[in-house]
Every structure is written in C-alpha cells, then in structure tokens.
C-alpha cells in the first residue's frame, strides 16, 4: 500500500465519522425540530449527507455508478425540499411556536418606547400631511 493509498483509506474514515455524527445531530433535529421549516431544512441536509455517504462509498470501492445514484438523489431531493416549502407557505405560518422558545425570544427583545400623548399635536401626523400635499 502506497502512501497516497494510506492518506485515501484515512481521509473516507474520517470523512465517515465526521457524515455519521452528522448524521445523529440531524435525525436528532428532524425528531426534536420546534417548527415545521425546522424540520424540512433538516430533511434537506439529512439528503446532503446521504450524498456525501453515497460519494465515499463510491470512492472506496471505484464503482463509478454511485455517482450517478448520488446526482439522482440530490434533484430528487431537491424537488422534495420545493414540495415541502410550498406546503408551507399553503399553511400560511399558522403554526405556533411553542412558549419556551417565545420566552427566549421576547426576553432579549426591549419594549418599544411609546411617544407620549402631551408631546403630539393634533393635525401633524403623517397622514395629515399627505392629505395636504393632495
């Protein structure tokens, strides 16, 4: 075995643990996801990294069809991604967020400050203003 060979047979195996945890942390997103686009962008990188997958098996083994799989895979799963976005733009984002994350969100967000009633003078507002320049 060369050393071009030894570099080759290392570089997959670490390419393979790397795609594996990869792997768990994105099934872990799909199953746990707060949202539904949580989710979908999920399933959409749960397709990039069986490509990946599909690569290395076909640079171990030289067997060039596995590029061709591979290929079909990504517009397969690129016209699933556009499915699954136009179903959610049809819900019209009616899904709620669930209360803990709405805590997290809203707790780093300030309170708009309020102009006072005393401060504003009637028929100066912007709209006032338009009508006069009609």
């Given at each position: 075995m060369?050393?071009?060979?030894?570099?080759?047979?290392?570089?997959?195996?670490?390419?393979?643990?790397?795609?594996?945890?990869?792997?768990?942390?994105?099934?872990?997103?799909?199953?746990?996801?707060?949202?539904?686009?949580?989710?979908?962008?999920?399933?959409?990188?749960?397709?990039g990294?069986?490509?990946?997958?599909?690569?290395?098996?076909?640079?171990?083994?030289?067997?060039?069809?596995?590029?061709?799989?591979?290929?079909?895979?990504?517009?397969?799963?690129?016209?699933?991604?556009?499915?699954?976005?136009?179903?959610?733009?049809?819900?019209?984002?009616?899904?709620?967020?669930?209360?803990?994350?709405?805590?997290?969100?809203?707790?780093?967000?300030?309170?708009?400050?309020?102009?006072?009633?005393?401060?504003?003078?009637?028929?100066?507002?912007p709209?006032?203003?338009?009508?006069?320049?009609?």
């Amino acid at each position: 075995m060369t050393t071009a060979e030894m570099i080759l047979s290392y570089a997959v195996w670490l390419a393979l643990v790397v795609l594996c945890v990869s792997f768990l942390l994105t099934v872990w997103r799909v199953i746990r996801g707060p949202t539904l686009p949580d989710r979908v962008v999920a399933l959409d990188m749960l397709t990039g990294i069986v490509i990946g997958f599909i690569a290395l098996i076909a640079i171990r083994t030289g067997f060039t069809l596995y590029i061709d799989i591979a290929i079909s895979l990504g517009l397969v799963g690129f016209l699933a991604t556009v499915a699954f976005a136009r179903f959610i733009l049809s819900r019209g984002g009616r899904e709620t967020p669930r209360p803990d994350m709405m805590k997290t969100f809203t707790a780093s967000v300030p309170e708009p400050r309020r102009k006072s009633a005393a401060r504003r003078t009637p028929g100066t507002g912007p709209a006032v203003r338009r009508k006069a320049k009609k």
